[in-house]
């Protein structure tokens, strides 16, 4: 099995919306990485649309369709709609991607740094994750390495997981003086992966992935089928190029899978 690599373009709309204007354009940013062979595209659309619009939402879903990948749309189910943005599960019926990966994230928060608290959340998910389902999408939802309830995810009709990988990525950075913290969170997530196929969920990976973390991660988490990476391939990218940047990190992948 080959991991998928989906590129999450979001910092892209950042520089746009930085200076206002149709520069850089998203859209063919996401075609740059899908010409590189990356295997789909993924953005998170917020309420204050500080980067990702609803109207790239729908231009992004019309390339993904042309270029048969998937579209990964991530948002909070239960955040109200407003003027600029309709509301996820609206969003979700216009765009129609493969996938929605549900984050449990506040409409002020800077990036997403935890998963659902199953226990609070266990009633109120499944009626959400219905309907996106009746919509033909493949739900995910975003859970923290070590949840004990990370089987929760199966019985409120998910899909699959998406394992957060901000504090594997955060102890690996630091390098020997974490050594032992990187070691433990990798085995967290390799655990939660295999609770969570043990209940027939796939298991997606993201965030704070990089090519320095990305294969002693993929070698220590099990099956993993699809990993999401922005933040660190966008930076990567302003000094190697987009282009070469999804090459390197689809060569990571195919290194890994070897192992």
């Known amino acids: 099995m080959s991991t998928k690599l989906s590129v999450n373009i979001n ?3 950042v520089l746009r919306n930085s200076r206002g204007g149709d520069e850089p354009d998203v859209v063919r940013a996401a075609r740059v990485c899908l010409d590189a062979g990356a295997h789909g595209i993924t953005v998170h659309p917020r309420p204050d649309a500080r980067h990702i619009r609803a109207d790239d939402v729908l231009a992004l879903a019309e390339l993904t369709r042309e270029y ?7 948002g909070n189910p239960f ?10 599960a609206h969003l979700c019926a216009l765009a129609r991607p493969a996938q ?15 998963g659902f608290d199953f226990a609070r959340d266990h009633h109120a998910l499944p ?3 219905a309907e996106l389902k009746a919509l033909g999408c493949r739900v995910s939802l975003f859970v923290d390495a070590g949840d004990p309830l990370v089987e929760q995810a199966a019985v409120v009709g998910a899909d699959r997981i998406e394992l957060y990988t901000g504090p594997f990525a955060a102890a690996h950075a630091a390098g020997d ?10 085995a967290l997530c390799a655990d939660s992966a295999r609770r969570a196929q043990a209940v027939g969920l796939g298991v997606n990976a993201g965030h704070d992935l990089s090519q320095a973390n990305l294969g002693d991660f993929l ?9 999401s990476i922005g933040h660190a391939l966008i ?25």
């Open 11 to 13: 910092k892209i709309a």
């Open 68 to 74: 048969a990948v998937e579209f990964n749309l991530e």
């Open 79 to 88: 955040a109200p709609p407003r003027a600029g943005y309709p509301g996820f």
């Open 100 to 114: 929605a990966t549900l984050v449990p994230d506040s409409d002020g928060q800077l990036t997403s740094d935890h």
């Open 127 to 129: 009626p959400r994750i």
């Open 177 to 186: 003086a974490d050594a032992g913290r990187a070691t433990a969170m990798l």
């Open 219 to 227: 070698r220590g988490v099990p099956e993993v089928l699809e990993v």
């Open 235 to 259: 930076g990567e990218a302003l000094y190697a190029g987009l282009e070469a940047t999804v090459r390197t990190y689809l060569a990571i992948i195919a290194a890994a899978s070897r192992s």
